[in-house]
């Protein structure tokens, strides 16, 4: 699948819509231990991961992948990779984390953040 700069801006504005209207949820059961992890080893807020999701660019951008899962095959997966400072829940200060994230717009303008961890192996990154 042929992607464009312009393309990947046009459905982050969707998405950032619905994370600013709170219509996206990221994935925290049993089958996310990556996401759960991330969350139990670093202080991240509500409002944090807003900022997160809200700062991804098109720069940012690393490929589209198909749906996986049973049922879903006909949905499109958007991974990103996003750099950022976090605090660390059980030592002192901040470290810089190399997140992967991974996620679906529904048709209802919904978001669902399926992946949102810790990078397991670096990105390739199509518009830096």
């Known amino acids: 699948m042929k992607v464009t700069v312009n393309d990947i801006e ?3 504005i969707d998405v950032k819509t619905a994370v600013n209207a709170d219509r996206y ?8 231990q990556d996401n759960r992890d991330l969350f ?16 991804l660019t098109a720069k940012d951008f690393s490929k589209i992948v198909p749906n996986e899962h049973k049922g879903y095959e006909h ?5 990103f990779g996003k750099s950022i400072k976090l605090l660390r829940r059980f030592s002192s200060g901040e470290k810089p984390v190399s997140l ?5 717009k529904t048709e209802s303008q919904y978001v669902i953040v399926i992946s949102f961890h810790e990078q397991k192996y670096p990105l390739h990154y199509p518009f830096k």
């Open 100 to 104: 992967y994230i991974k996620f679906n």
């Open 40 to 55: 139990a080893e670093y202080v991240i807020s509500e409002k944090k991961q807003k900022e997160i999701l809200l700062s």
């Open 25 to 32: 949820r990221i994935e925290l059961n049993e089958k996310r």
């Open 75 to 79: 949905e499109m997966l958007y991974v």
């Open 10 to 12: 046009e459905y982050l």
